[in-house]
Structure formats: structure tokens, C-alpha cells
């Protein structure tokens, strides 16, 4: 879909709401905002931190810089407190019927309903990639406002085939948010370069997966005119300054950033080799920095890990059978994987 009109998609209550106005007027005495005058003192870092002031509504140095980043202009990006904010924000902002694969993130259908929109789940297929016959049934039948796509996928590690979400983009009058939370570990390149081409299309991106997660930090980069509706329902000060100066500081360090995705990412195939050779494991390929493995008996290791001091993910009740495990320091690994050969061996 090419040329969709946004505003036909978003909620009357909210195609007539303005945005919130938290004006950022330089001045000498700041007496407008019910702030105290007396600031905290911080360590020479955060230096140019003044706590007792809100922090930067627009977030604008940030924005700037990561616009710059993506080669997009600051008006394609809106920043929320984590991701899951954003997945809030784009649900209070078109409604349902929400769609989405499943097994996937949790939060497209915990926000779904805890809005009291629809959500419509799709099993994905054996490979765990997208049904697409199903899905696009669905969008038919269904006309979804929303689709979440997460891609590399939450829980089960694999991207989606880009044909198949592509399709999707194309066929759905919805918005399709192609949600790439993990897409630094992958060896694709993601949907950004495909934003320009279709309205409809959002990205989602986190901080929180690169070693930011205390930030709570997480962007959209979308057609201007979808952000400025989403803009609407963010509230007015979601970006603490904190987060804001950290992030700036740790973009500027790009070098530190990506030599630790690097790390991760070898890490994460070593793991993969390491658990394969385990009788009774079946790791599963991952582009993302976790590894989802079958087990023929979940619970018992599970618990056997965490007697040992571990704790993985147990995925029972999403995908049966399964335990999820995120890629951790070498030293982490090794004794994962040391205590994994234990319980097996
Ligand atoms: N999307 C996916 C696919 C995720 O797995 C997660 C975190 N588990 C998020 C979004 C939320 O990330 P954030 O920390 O930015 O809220």
C-alpha cells in the first residue's frame, strides 16, 4: 500500500486531539513550570544535568543525533520510555483489530487488551516464519488497523522471510510495524531502507537489547505524518533527562557499542554449535541474542539451572517445550553450558 491517507486510519477521538504543548522558551528566571529552583548536584558526567528542571520534551540533541544516524529526518523518529511504551502509544492511536504471529512478544496482545482493542494471533508455520496464506486471510476478513511483525522474532530467534512481510506491507490498509528490537544481531538489514517507499510502514528500535535497557529507551521511525498522530497520545516528559544525556554519550561512543554487538554475536554461535552437540537439545538458529532450545524435559532443567544458580527463560504456555536462553559473557556461557552438560550428562 503506497499511498494510504493516515488520517482515515486513526481514531476519530484522536485525529481531533492536539498534541500536548510543553513549550521549551529560553529565558533568565524560570518561574512557569511549578519546578523548584534548587537543582541536585551531580558527578562531573551528568554535570549538565538540572534535576529540579523537566527534562527536554522533544528530546532534540538525541534526535538529532540519531536521525543523523539513520539518514532520516528528525521528524521521522518519536522516542518512548522502552519500546513497550510505543506499542502502547500506536494501539492508543488506531485501535484494533490488532494482528500479530504467534509465538511473539507479549506485549502486542497484553496492550491489545489491556485497551480493550481486538487482537487476532497467527500461528507462524513450522519454521517458525510467517503463515502468510493465513495472514493475509486474516487482513482480508479482518482489516487490521495494526500489525506487529517482530523481526528477528521474540521467542523463537529467526527473521521473518522479508517477501512474506512485504506482501503484508503491501496488501494491509493497516499500519505494519515491523518491530526490530534485535535487528543489531542480525545479518539482515531491516526494513528502514523500504520507509520512504511505503506510508504505512513503521520500525520499531530499542536501546534496551545494546547494553541500555536501564535508559528505557525505545524509537519509532516512520512517515512524518504517523509520528505527529502518535505524537498526540505520548505523554509530555516520557524521555527522563537521564536517559536522554546517557544516550547521547553512549551514541557518541559508536565504536563501544558495536564491538559489543560483535562479541554477542560470536558469542551466540558458539553457544549454537556448543548446544547442538547436546543429546536432548534442539537449539534453534538465531539472529537475535537469544537462543530458543527444545528440550524433552523443560521444567526438570529449568529448575536443575536455577539450582545451579541460572536462570533462563521457560516457555511453556507460548512455545511448548522450550526454554529461552539470552547470550550472556563468555564466562556466562561457559558455565551455562558446563551445568547444561551436567544435567544431561
Ligand atoms: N519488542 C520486542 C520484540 C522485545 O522482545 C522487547 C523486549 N523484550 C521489546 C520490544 C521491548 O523493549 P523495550 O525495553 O524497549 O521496552
Redesign the pocket.
Known sequence: MKNSNIKNLVKPSVRSLTAYQAFDIPCKIKLDANESPYGFPFGPLLAKISTNRYPDPGAKELKRMLAKRLAVSPANILF?N????L?YYLITTFGGPVLYPVP??S?YGIISQALGEKAISIPLDREFDIALEKTLMAIKKEKPKLIFL?SP??PTGNCFSAEKILKIIELSKGIVVV?E??QPFSSEKGFLPLLKDYKNLVI?R????IGL?AL???FMIADAEIIAEVNKVRLPFNLNSLSQAVAVEALEEKGELAFSIKKIVSERELLFRELEKIKGIRPYPSEANFILFRTDKPEKVYDALLKRGILVRNMTGSVTGCLRVTVGTPEENKAFLKALKGIYG
Open positions: 518512548g522502552g519500546s513497550d511504551e506499542i511473539t512478544f506485549m517482530s522474532n521474540n518491530d528490537a534485535y520499531m530499542t536501546l534496551s537489547k535497557a528505557r529507551l525505545g
